[in-house]
C-alpha cells in the first residue's frame, strides 16, 4: 500500500526572483533521491503571483505540485505605500486570515514562506503548523536582519550619519553605512519598520533556509548556527532557475550576435527585471562605454517617465560592430553562459551574482536597491569576486563615464587585480557546483530537510 505523501505549503513573494527561486526550490526537494515519492507541494497564490508562476510552471507540467488560488483583495499598490518591501509585507499581513483557511483546507505538514511574510507565522501556528523562511538571499543579509531589532535598540540615529562601521555578529568588518541596504536608509519609511518586525519574527519558526552555500560565506554561517536564539540554518544553495540557459527553441537575437565574438571578449551589462535608468544616466553610461573600446552587450531599460530612450547621437555608428544595445528582456543566465562573455557589470540582485559565480563570470556591481548595496560590499571585500562602481547613492545610485570607463577596462583588462578576481571566480564557480551535487555541503542540506519533513506527520 502506497504511503501517503506529507504536504509542503509555499507562500511565495511577488517579484520574478522570488517566485523562480522558491518555486526551483520546492523543485529539488521534490526529486531529491530521498524524498522518495514521499513529499508533494502546495502553492498558496495570491493573484498577483499566478502570472509569473505559470509562466515558470504551467498547469499540470509538475503533478506534485498544485495551486491553491487566494481571493483577490485590494491590496494598496507600491505608490500607495512607502516601497516595495512596505507593499508586500502589508499584502501578507491582509492576506493572513486567508492564509489561514487555506492551511486548512489543504491540511500542509509544514508552511514555507517569503522573508516578507512572516506576519502569516501566528496564523500557521494556531494550526499547529510548523513554519520555515526560504530566505531567497544570502547569508550576510540574514545576519543583518536577526540583528536589525538590536540595532535599531542601539543607534537611534540614521545610520548614514555613524562615523564608523556597523557591526554584525558573523561578519569579520563591519558593515559601512554606504554599504548598508537601501530600506534601511530611512528610519522613518514603514520599509525600515517591517524589516525590524521580520527580523524578530525570524526567531519564531522552526528553521530558516538561506539560499546560499558554505563556501561563500563560512563566517557568517558558522556565526549563526552557534547563536542559540537562531532557529537552525539550513543552507542549499545556489538555488538557481538555469533552464533558460540550457537552450530551446528560437535563439535570442544577442546570442547569435555574440556567435560571432571573440573568446571572453564582450562585457555584459545587465540591471535585473526591475532596475530603470533614467535618460541622464543612461546617456552617461554610454559615454563610458564607447571610450572604453571594449566589446559590449547591454540590457537597457529606461524609466518609463524618461523620454523617448535615444542615446547620445553618434553612440550607435561609433559601437557598430563592436557593441549591441537591447532595450528589452535577455536571457541572461544563457548570456552568461556564453563563451564570448568576459564580464559581467550588474545592480548585483543575489540571483545574479548566483548567476554568474556559476558560470564563472567576474563582476563589477552597480547596486540600485534593496540589499544590492550589501551585496556589493560582500562580492568585492568578502569573496574578491568582484569590483564595486563608484557611485553618489544621493543621485540615485550615479556613475559618471569616467568611472564607468575605468571599471570596464578593470573588468576586461590583464592587471594583477583582475587577474587575482578571475582565479578567486573560477574557485567559486568550481564550489557553487561541487554544493549541489552527490555528497556536496547543499545537497545534504536539501536531504537533512526532506528527513525533516517526512519526520513531521510522526511528531
Known amino acids: 500500500m502506497a504511503m501517503k505523501k506529507c504536504n509542503l505549503a509555499f507562500l511565495p513573494a511577488h517579484g520574478a526572483g522570488h517566485i523562480a527561486s522558491t518555486l526551483e526550490f520546492a523543485k529539488r526537494l521534490l526529486l531529491h533521491p530521498s524524498a522518495a515519492g514521499r513529499l508533494s507541494v502546495t502553492f498558496l497564490l495570491m493573484p498577483v503571483c499566478a502570472s509569473s508562476f505559470f509562466s515558470l510552471n504551467p498547469p499540470s507540467s509538475t503533478t506534485d505540485i498544485a495551486v491553491h488560488l487566494l481571493p483577490d483583495l485590494a491590496v494598496p499598490s507600491p505608490r500607495e505605500t512607502d516601497g516595495v518591501e512596505d507593499h508586500i509585507s502589508l499584502a501578507f499581513q491582509l492576506y493572513a486570515p486567508h492564509v489561514k483557511s487555506a492551511l486548512a483546507a489543504t491540511a500542509p505538514v509544514a508552511l514555507v514562506i517569503d522573508f516578507f511574510a512572516t506576519t502569516v507565522i501566528d496564523a500557521a501556528r494556531d494550526l499547529q503548523i510548523p513554519t520555515y523562511v526560504f530566505f ?47 530600506p534601511l536608509m530611512n528610519k ?15 526567531k519564531d519558526v522552526r528553521g530558516i533556509i538561506p539560499n546560499t552555500l558554505r563556501a561563500f560565506e563560512p563566517q557568517v554561517l558558522s556565526a549563526l548556527e552557534s547563536d542559540r536564539s537562531v532557529p537552525p540554518i539550513h543552507p542549499v544553495g545556489p538555488v538557481l532557475c538555469l533552464d533558460r540557459a540550457a537552450g530551446g527553441g528560437e535563439r535570442h537575437e544577442c546570442l547569435r550576435w555574440l556567435d560571432a565574438q571573440p573568446a571572453a571578449s564582450v562585457v ?97 556591481t552597480w547596486p540600485m536597491g534593496a540589499e544590492q548595496h550589501l551585496n556589493a560590499m560582500m562580492m568585492a571585500a568578502e569573496m574578491g569576486v568582484a569590483a564595486e562602481m563608484e557611485i553618489d547613492r544621493h543621485r540615485g545610485g550615479w556613475a559618471t563615464a569616467k568611472e564607468v570607463e575605468m571599471k570596464l577596462n578593470w573588468l576586461m583588462g590583464e592587471s594583477e587585480d583582475v587577474r587575482k578576481v578571475r582565479e578567486r571566480v573560477r574557485e567559486m564557480k568550481d564550489a557553487s557546483r561541487a554544493a549541489v551535487e552527490l555528497g556536496g555541503l547543499s545537497y545534504d542540506g536539501l536531504e537533512c530537510l526532506v528527513t525533516k519533513f517526512k519526520r513531521l506527520p510522526e511528531q
Not at 543579509?141 to 543607534?155: F, T
Not at 518609463?304 to 559601437?319: I, W
Not at 536571457?331 to 548566483?354: D, I, K, M, Y
Request: negative net charge; glycine residues 10%.
Open 136 to 182: 531567497s538571499t544570502n547569508a550576510t543579509s540574514l545576519a543583518l536582519m536577526l540583528h536589525l531589532p538590536a540595532l535599531h535598540d542601539e543607534i537611534p540615529e540614521e545610520f548614514e550619519l555613524l562615523q564608523g562601521e556597523i557591526k554584525v555578529p558573523g561578519l569579520a568588518a563591519g558593515i559601512p553605512p554606504t554599504s548598508m541596504p537601501t
Open 188 to 202: 522613518k519609511n514603514r520599509c525600515y519598520t517591517w524589516l525590524v518586525y521580520h527580523g524578530k519574527r525570524f
Open 268 to 364: 555584459f551589462l545587465c540591471f535585473g527585471s526591475l532596475s530603470q535608468m533614467t535618460e541622464a544616466q543612461a546617456a552617461e553610461t554610454a559615454v563610458g562605454i564607447e571610450r572604453s573600446g571594449r566589446r559590449f552587450l547591454w540590457c537597457l531599460r529606461l524609466a518609463e517617465s524618461e523620454g523617448d530612450g535615444r542615446l547620445p547621437a553618434g553612440f550607435r555608428e561609433a559601437t557598430n560592430g563592436r557593441g549591441m544595445v537591447v532595450e528589452q528582456w535577455v536571457p541572461q543566465a544563457a548570456v552568461l553562459a556564453h563563451a564570448a562573455v568576459g564580464g559581467f557589470v550588474t545592480h548585483g540582485g543575489w540571483n545574479s551574482c548566483l548567476e554568474s559565480l556559476w558560470f564563472g563570470v567576474p563582476m563589477v
